[in-house]
């Protein structure tokens, strides 16, 4: 639990208005199938437009209990009134016309699905097994889902988007805070990385080039299939077991050279081959409508020798002397070597909790191969190379800087003054929300039934709207 998670519960046991809650992440709730949302569903409450349904209650509860397992039976009413809150919106996007596009669901959706498959390694079958559904099917009953969760979100943007707080505002949100209640706060680290990439020796590049050019001719001259050719020797693992096929695209989605040439095929026309940072595509265009394009590419990647291992080690390990000598900053030996495509490379190399969002890691939130190159050192100190794996199976290198570390403490106004202006900023777009929440509802056509018309936590919703209970 973060640390304004943990404030705002503290809060809420002496405050009555609305408190919204995170709106819900999908694929971090269970995805029902057609027949247990048939047995579980029916109308429970309206806001405007938009209807609420007994199983959106229950994945919204589902989805609570998740991040907090001991929450009490009454939540279901928190459920109720974040699904009220999100409902009225989305109601009001419509009526605004806030924009949103249908790639913009697209891509948010594969990327969700995208999460899945990574958390199945890449096996479809097994996602299917798991939750009696195509990853088609589970993208087709979430679309709705997402089409509301983006425009709820862009609508509370457009509310509580110019929302700021003042030092003295967050030292009077802190001070608010009863001293008995503050947070305890484990010790918490700070790091940075650079990700190097051992290269490629020109012989295994030119070995991995020889055997793409000779499939590429077993297709052309000997009339081989692709999609077979690309099962068996592909070695990007999210197209190569479905044939090479990358599905709908839009320009932008690819790395430059790759985009380059899919955009010059015509359709079942086959590329040349085309280095990238990833190694060498045979690229085939299956269909194409403007900007969109569907083809499936061969990926054939030039083995990386134990030689090669041994030189990018003792090359990084030269980075490393020249940064603790003073002669180059850690900032700088990221941009020159680090590799771009690892998501710290654009934060000055400073690694983001993925539990969190920031960049504080507790013990038990730092990987292992870290924890230990740490262990010892000093903030400001550079780690020797660290192999590791990436997330695709490839092994690379990374230096690790440790930035900063505390010592375990009660929440701080001076120590954690940036995490407590996070919550205070939350604190006061939440309160933003609640008074155009309860604005709107004056204006807005709501029915609450049975029996969420008694929860206590909605009574001022109720008051404040054109409410009917059926």
């Not at 390694?121 to 996602?127: C, L, M, R, S, T």
């Not at 609640?434 to 509802?441: G, H, I, M, Q, T």
């Amino acid at each position: 639990m973060n640390f304004s998670t943990m404030i705002f519960n503290r809060l809420n046991q002496t405050c009555t208005g609305i408190r919204l809650l995170p709106a819900l992440l999908l694929l971090s709730a269970p995805v029902f199938s057609q027949n247990e949302r048939a047995i579980i569903d029916k109308v429970v409450a309206t806001v405007g437009g938009e209807v609420i349904l007994l199983s959106e209650v229950q994945e919204q509860l589902a989805y609570l209990k998740q991040q907090d397992p001991n929450l009490p039976p009454d939540h279901v009413c928190i459920a109720m009134q974040n699904l009220l809150a999100q409902k009225l919106l989305v109601n009001q996007a419509k009526i605004d016309s806030i924009p949103l596009k249908d790639e913009e669901v697209e891509n948010q959706l594969e990327a969700r699905v995208e999460r899945l498959r990574v958390y199945f390694n890449q096996d479809e079958k097994a996602i299917e097994e798991y939750y009696g559904q195509t990853v088609n099917e589970i993208k087709d009953q979430m679309r709705n889902d997402m089409r509301s969760q983006l425009l709820s979100e862009r609508m509370q943007g457009e509310i509580t988007g110019k929302a700021t707080v003042s030092p003295l505002e967050v030292q009077a949100f802190f001070n608010k805070i009863p001293k008995d209640s503050l947070p305890y706060f484990n010790s918490e680290v700070e790091v940075r990385e650079l990700v190097y990439n051992p290269p490629v020796n020109a012989e295994e590049k030119a070995k991995a080039r020889e055997f793409l050019e000779d499939l590429r001719r077993r297709i052309v001259e000997g009339g081989e299939s692709f999609a077979d050719l690309a099962k068996k020797h592909s070695a990007d693992p999210g197209s190569g077991s479905k044939g090479g096929d990358l599905g709908w695209q839009k320009r932008g989605t690819f790395v430059a050279e790759f985009e380059a040439a899919v955009y010059k095929l015509d359709p079942n026309q086959i590329s040349p081959l085309i280095e990238t940072e990833f190694g060498f595509h045979l690229i085939q265009l299956l269909e194409r409508r403007g900007n969109l394009v569907h083809a499936r590419h061969i990926l054939i990647k030039p083995e990386i020798t134990e030689k090669d291992f041994e030189m990018a080690e003792a090359k990084l390990d030269s980075i490393r002397q020249l940064i603790t000598s003073g002669d180059m900053t850690f900032t700088i030996a990221v941009k020159q070597f680090g590799d771009k495509n690892v998501a710290s490379y654009n934060n000055d190399g400073r690694v983001a909790n993925p539990r969190t969002g920031n960049t504080f890691f507790e013990v038990a939130d730092l990987d292992t191969n870290i924890f230990f190159a740490i262990d010892g050192i000093s903030p400001g100190e550079v780690t020797e190379p660290i192999p590791y794996r990436a997330p695709d199976g490839t092994r690379r290198f990374r230096l690790v800087q440790l930035q900063s570390r505390s010592k375990p403490h009660k929440a701080d106004l001076k120590q954690d003054y940036n995490k407590i202006q996070v919550a205070a900023l939350e604190q006061k777009k939440g309160d933003y929300l609640e008074k155009w929440v309860l604005e709107k509802l004056r204006s807005t056509y709501m029915t609450i039934g049975d029996p969420f018309d008694t929860c206590p936590n909605l009574q001022e919703m109720i008051k404040a709207g054109r409410t009917v209970r059926p």
